[in-house]
Nanobody, 125 residues
């Protein structure tokens, strides 16, 4: 069993930055690929970024590429999402997820077995 706890969400003005963190507990962290998803009000959950167990491979959704950076610190069992140049369309609940494989990167949310509770990100115009 893996437990995930996100932090770092909040309110930011357009053009600003936030860094989300997701702390994991349970099994060997490097054995799990990790991902960030988001869900805006009235919309489906979508993949933001994913990273392999080693951290050597990362994937970004096209609209986030160049603005968001996913990274992980395996000794600290934590994955991060650095979000720059935030826009109002980035407003959503952001979820951390993990899957029972170190291989990256699936975009299908049902492929991830463990989820955090989510953290709200609100970008004002």
């Amino acid at each position: 069993q893996v437990q995930l706890v996100e932090s770092g969400g909040g309110l930011v003005q357009a053009g600003g930055s936030l860094r989300l963190s997701c702390a994991a507990s349970g099994r060997t962290f490097s054995n799990y690929a990790m991902a960030w998803f988001r869900q805006a009000a009235g919309k489906e959950r979508e993949l933001v970024a994913a990273i392999s167990g080693s951290g050597g491979i990362a994937y970004y959704a096209s609209s986030m590429r160049g603005r968001f950076t996913v990274s992980r610190d395996n000794p600290k069992s934590t994955v991060y999402l650095q979000m720059d140049s935030l826009q109002p369309d980035d407003t959503a609940v952001y979820y951390c997820a993990s899957r029972k494989s170190a291989t990256c990167c699936t975009t299908v949310y049902s492929d991830y077995e463990y989820w955090g509770q989510g953290t709200q990100v609100t970008v004002s115009s």
